[in-house]
């Protein structure tokens, strides 16, 4: 975390366990970044102006200046440690929900929301133990894809429920 944050004061990129690439800092050279190109806008200038944070006496302290383009080295930082703590969770709920969905594929069950930390399958009653233990397969199954071996471990708590509003 102390090397993300470190590279982010320094304009660099950081990826997350899967290779995803941050946004590259306010003013970046093109040489040496990674990641995907941006083209212009259709219609927009060559030119255009650079927001910059409140306090480093560039912007006023009304503009706002989100931490990826941020000027400020300590933002930055933040963000790039930030960046690779939820995209690095995001990869494994990736990799979790191909899994699930894989296997459940034989039977009736259906993944019908996803949003964060909460996996909402909707199935037959007589299945429900199954796609319990399909979602601590797929858990495990996304960490050591992702990870690779570490003693990290990602509970997952599971309600089997009649209603998607008594699941807690």
């Not at 806008?41 to 306090?55: F, K, L, M, R, V």
């Not at 933002?75 to 969905?101: E, H, I, K, P, Y």
Request: charged share 25%; hydrophobic share 45%; net charge negative.
């Amino acid at each position: 975390m102390d090397d993300a944050a470190r590279a982010g004061e320094e304009g660099r990129l950081v990826r997350t366990w899967l290779g995803r690439t941050s946004p590259p800092a306010a003013g970046a050279e093109e040489q040496g970044e990674a990641g995907i190109p941006m083209l212009p806008e259709e219609g927009a200038g060559s030119g255009g102006t650079a927001a910059t944070d409140p306090g480093d006496g560039e912007a006023g302290a009304d503009e706002w200046v989100p931490g990826y383009a941020s000027t400020n080295s300590r933002a930055r930082g933040r963000f790039t440690r930030n960046f690779v703590v939820q995209g690095s969770a995001s990869d494994w709920a990736l990799v979790l929900l191909a899994a699930l969905r894989r296997a459940t594929a034989e039977m009736a069950a259906e993944l019908v929301f996803f949003q964060h930390d909460e996996v909402i399958v909707h199935c037959p009653r007589e299945e429900a133990e199954a796609v319990v233990e399909a979602i601590g397969a797929a858990s495990l199954e996304a960490a050591r894809i992702v990870f690779g071996e570490t003693a990290v471990r990602f509970p997952f708590s599971t309600a089997v429920v009649e209603c998607y509003a008594d699941a807690k």
